[in-house]
């Protein structure tokens, strides 16, 4: 077990930076380079309270809308999905139709997030058949691995995604229609590769969203024309795109075109590669902290970066431990953006507790857990529930030698049917998010 605690919580940046890159070596993609978005509670909270959603019904759909940006400190729990609904309706207590639309699009990731909950490591396949007879094809063509397919919207896409580590919903969709059904690549693919880059990269609303396009988890796949991306991005590509397009088309021949065949019109479009891992190198080996004894251990995972998760509130006198998953990374690295929004939060969260022992370990979190909670006496491990498999599987490990006290996650509505469409999920589960029946039915762009 390697630990880290008390010598990154005083660093600036670029020195916590250089700490974190030689602690994981073997678990980022290229440069140890951090992103534009800072990580932590308090910029989570900056973000929010200057959120101003005026323009998000008319201009969601467009890549330069009133987008939110909240979803990274979402997916690592910096803000609870709660906190944004509350502070949404209060903001708008007045006048709640204004936030309606938006109140809508937050409860995607609860829906995504019951989906994961429902399914777990089985959300990893097709949760159903998919609607066509086109074959997919395993590994990532070079050319979309560096960003160089030759098509502007896709390749400033794909450089948006590994500069900055955030696409918008739109650009999301496109990209996934395009790798699955004009490049005949598996959905899988390209949700590990969005796993990696996007701060929001996570299981339940990155693989579900990409089964949805591919439908095997919609009623039919989707896909977009030229024209639609033209649109919804201000012209920003296709003004000055020189190129012969494969998406000026319109839908129906689009659609006789990409799934009356058994092979994608640009499937034989570069070669199929798995995507290159980075060097090892050797980590940066600290010693164990001297520790004082607790009778309990709270595990901050990756999903509940705040002073505000449940368990962390409720135990204030316990050890916490955030634990770095050695072997998933090394099996799916990240962008290092990514890990640096991340130890952000950890950072700033351990900074400001008021518990006797804080610490950061590198390793398996089940077994550092353990190992952990003997050292210090504890016999008692406290956590916040996520639906994520790996968190769950690690709990059942713990429960194994130790009393794991369950806090619940928080959540937008109670639904206790198998999550198949959201529009099932929001006819019932609207009323719980609002506070009012909604007039009409919407789903997705």
Same mark, same amino acid.
């Given at each position: 077990?390697?630990?880290?605690?008390?010598?990154?919580?005083?660093?600036? %940046? +670029? $020195? @916590?930076?250089?700490? &974190?890159?030689?602690?994981?070596?073997?678990?980022?993609? #290229?440069? =140890?380079?951090?992103?534009?978005?800072?990580?932590?509670?308090?910029?989570?909270?900056?973000?929010?309270?200057?959120?101003?959603?005026?323009?998000?019904?008319?201009?969601?759909?467009?890549?330069?809308?009133?987008?939110?940006?909240?979803?990274?400190?979402?997916?690592?729990?910096?803000?609870?999905?709660?906190?944004?609904?509350?502070?949404?309706?209060?903001?708008?207590?007045?006048?709640?139709?204004?936030?309606?639309?938006?109140?809508?699009?937050?409860?995607?990731?609860?829906?995504?997030?019951?989906?994961?909950?429902?399914?777990?490591?089985?959300?990893?396949?097709?949760?159903?058949?998919?609607?066509? %007879? +086109? $074959? @997919?094809?395993?590994? &990532?063509?070079?050319?979309?691995?560096?960003?160089?397919? #030759?098509? =502007?919207?896709?390749?400033?896409?794909?450089?948006?995604?590994?500069?900055?580590?955030?696409?918008?919903?739109?650009?999301?969709?496109?990209?996934?229609?395009?790798?699955?059904?004009?490049?005949?690549?598996?959905?899988?693919?390209?949700?590990?590769?969005?796993?990696?880059?996007?701060?929001?990269?996570?299981?339940?609303?990155?693989?579900?969203?990409?089964?949805?396009?591919?439908?095997?988890?919609?009623?039919?796949?989707?896909?977009?024309?030229?024209?639609?991306?033209?649109?919804?991005?201000?012209?920003?590509?296709?003004?000055?795109?020189?190129?012969?397009?494969?998406?000026?088309?319109?839908?129906?021949?689009?659609?006789?075109?990409?799934?009356?065949?058994?092979?994608?019109?640009?499937?034989?479009? #570069?070669?199929?590669?798995?995507?290159?891992?980075?060097?090892?190198?050797?980590?940066?080996?600290?010693?164990?902290?001297?520790?004082?004894?607790?009778?309990?251990?709270?595990?901050?995972?990756?999903?509940?970066?705040?002073?505000?998760?449940?368990?962390?509130?409720?135990?204030?006198?316990?050890?916490?431990?955030?634990?770095?998953?050695?072997?998933?990374?090394?099996?799916?690295?990240?962008?290092?953006?990514?890990?640096?929004?991340?130890?952000?939060?950890?950072?700033?969260?351990?900074?400001?507790?008021?518990?006797?022992?804080?610490?950061?370990?590198?390793?398996?979190?089940?077994?550092?857990?353990?190992?952990?909670?003997?050292?210090?006496?504890?016999?008692?491990?406290?956590?916040?529930?996520?639906?994520?498999?790996?968190?769950?599987?690690?709990?059942?490990?713990?429960?194994?030698?130790?009393?794991?006290?369950?806090?619940?996650?928080?959540?937008?509505?109670?639904?206790?049917?198998?999550?198949?469409?959201?529009?099932?999920?929001?006819?019932?589960?609207?009323?719980?998010?609002?506070?009012?029946?909604?007039?009409?039915?919407?789903?997705?762009?």
């Amino acid at each position: 077990m390697n630990w880290h605690w008390s010598p990154a919580l005083d660093m600036p %940046p +670029v $020195e @916590r930076d250089r700490f &974190l890159a030689d602690a994981l070596p073997t678990s980022f993609l #290229g440069e =140890p380079t951090r992103g534009p978005v800072p990580g932590g509670r308090a910029a989570a909270l900056a973000t929010l309270h200057g959120y101003d959603l005026a323009d998000y019904g008319r201009s969601r759909n467009f890549v330069d809308g009133a987008s939110s940006r909240l979803s990274p400190y979402l997916r690592h729990g910096m803000l609870s999905i709660t906190e944004v609904r509350d502070a949404i309706k209060t903001r708008y207590a007045t006048e709640p139709a204004r936030s309606e639309e938006f109140l809508r699009q937050l409860a995607w990731r609860d829906f995504f997030d019951k989906v994961l909950d429902w399914h777990g490591r089985g959300l990893d396949d097709n949760l159903e058949n998919a609607k066509h %007879p +086109v $074959e @997919r094809r395993t590994g &990532l063509p070079p050319d979309i691995a560096a960003g160089a397919t #030759g098509l =502007p919207c896709m390749d400033g896409t794909l450089h948006q995604l590994f500069d900055t580590g955030y696409l918008h919903n739109h650009q999301r969709l496109w990209f996934a229609a395009y790798l699955c059904h004009f490049r005949g690549v598996s959905w899988k693919e390209g949700a590990r590769l969005f796993r990696r880059y996007l701060y929001d990269g996570d299981v339940a609303s990155n693989n579900s969203s990409w089964q949805w396009v591919e439908s095997t988890f919609s009623s039919k796949p989707y896909f977009m024309n030229q024209e639609n991306i033209a649109r919804f991005s201000n012209n920003a590509y296709c003004e000055s795109c020189r190129v012969v397009c494969p998406f000026r088309a319109s839908y129906d021949d689009l659609q006789e075109n990409l799934f009356n065949a058994r092979r994608a019109p640009l499937q034989m479009v #570069g070669r199929h590669e798995p995507p290159k891992l980075p060097a090892p190198r050797d980590p940066v080996r600290t010693p164990s902290p001297e520790s004082a004894a607790c009778a309990s251990v709270v595990w901050v995972h990756d999903a509940a970066i705040s002073p505000e998760d449940v368990a962390l509130k409720a135990n204030p006198d316990a050890a916490v431990v955030f634990a770095f998953d050695e072997a998933d990374l090394k099996r799916e690295p990240w962008a290092f953006h990514r890990l640096a929004f991340v130890f952000d939060g950890v950072v700033e969260l351990m900074r400001g507790l008021p518990n006797p022992v804080k610490l950061v370990t590198i390793g398996d979190p089940a077994t550092d857990l353990a190992a952990i909670a003997r050292q210090l006496g504890a016999t008692t491990v406290h956590l916040t529930d996520s639906p994520n498999a790996a968190f769950r599987e690690a709990a059942a490990t713990l429960r194994q030698s130790f009393t794991v006290n369950d806090y619940p996650r928080p959540v937008l509505a109670e639904y206790t049917e198998e999550p198949r469409r959201f529009s099932r999920y929001w006819d019932q589960c609207a009323p719980q998010v609002l506070g009012y029946a909604p007039k009409g039915k919407k789903s997705r762009p």
